[in-house]
């Protein structure tokens, strides 16, 4: 095992929050105005969702020049926008007919997201209890192109912990469910993902070319789970499984991951049983959301 202190892990840790804020969901009360306003799409319809990112995260009635000066968008092109949504119901007109506020589609909208999210609460749930029964920070992923997404995490509250939140990205050959999702596929559709994706080394434990890939992957077929080796990040170790699915390949991972001066990779082999329970309890979740 590596001698890792409490501030290499400090350190990691903050370096890894910080690649997660970049690729994953934004936080408005840590970003500048100018950041977590831009207006960004290649279509109109992406372009007005953004628009609309914007005005959900206001608490305060806005306008049309307001905005204009919070996005750098070309004020017709503003209004035209602002006149579609409030057409649509997503905006209103407030009295003086100068301010804009969010509209009672918008509303319904985001109240009915609520309301109906109970796969997203059921499978956290799950997650929740598997995080209290191994003491240690539990997470829900599934491949995305060439990397894994971050769908769901509870945190360990242990003093050393390692920050990745719902939304982050990390490269598919470094990680244990990217290794899952690997093995998965057929041989030729994975060496065609990993000759077209960059194994770059994130550790000194990386495995950088595929032929050393390939060779991990075949153990982890054979032996139905993954490892993560502090190969994404110094002082981190993970063990994951998928989520079973009876139909074919799944695209659900449940980890668990821990820091080395806690839990060595071996260490991690006594929470094998509680994490194939929680990824069955995942999939019967996932099942019961599909409609028929």
């Known amino acids: ?56 995260a206001k608490d305060q009635f806005f306008t049309l020049q307001g905005l204009v000066e919070e996005t750098g968008l070309p004020k017709p092109t503003m209004h035209r926008m602002l006149q579609q949504l409030e057409t649509s119901g997503m905006l209103q007109r407030e009295a003086d007919n100068r301010h804009y506020s969010k509209g009672g589609r918008l509303r319904r909208l985001a109240e009915n997201l609520l309301l109906n999210d109970t796969v997203q609460g059921a499978r956290h749930g799950v997650l929740s209890r598997l995080m209290e029964e191994v003491g240690e920070s539990c997470n829900i992923t599934a491949l995305s192109g060439s990397e894994v997404l971050y769908l769901d995490r509870v945190e360990t509250q ?30 030729a559709q994975r060496r065609r993902l990993l000759k077209g994706t960059p194994l770059n080394a994130m550790t000194r434990n990386t495995l950088t070319d595929i032929d050393s890939v390939e060779a991990e992957i075949e153990q982890v077929r054979r032996q139905g789970y993954a490892l993560d080796d502090e190969e994404f990040l110094p002082g981190l170790v993970c063990i994951a499984v998928l989520a079973p699915n009876p139909d074919g390949p799944s695209n659900i991972g449940v980890a668990i991951q821990a820091p080395v001066m806690r839990q060595s990779r071996e260490d991690l082999l006594k929470y094998l049983p509680a994490l194939e329970q929680a990824a069955r309890d995942i999939a019967a979740i996932q099942r019961g959301a599909i409609p028929g």
């Open 158 to 187: 242990a003093p050393l912990r390692f920050y990745l939140h719902p939304g982050s990205r990390v490269p598919v050959h470094c990680s244990a469910s990217g290794k899952l999702f690997l093995a998965q596929m057929p041989p």
């Open 1 to 56: 095992m590596n001698n890792v202190t409490d501030q290499d892990i400090r350190l990691h840790a903050s370096a890894l929050d910080s690649r997660a804020q970049d690729n994953g969901p934004q936080d408005v009360s840590k970003e500048s105005s100018k950041d977590v306003s831009k207006i960004e799409g290649d279509t109109p319809a992406q372009r007005l969702l953004a628009l609309l990112e914007v005005i959900a």
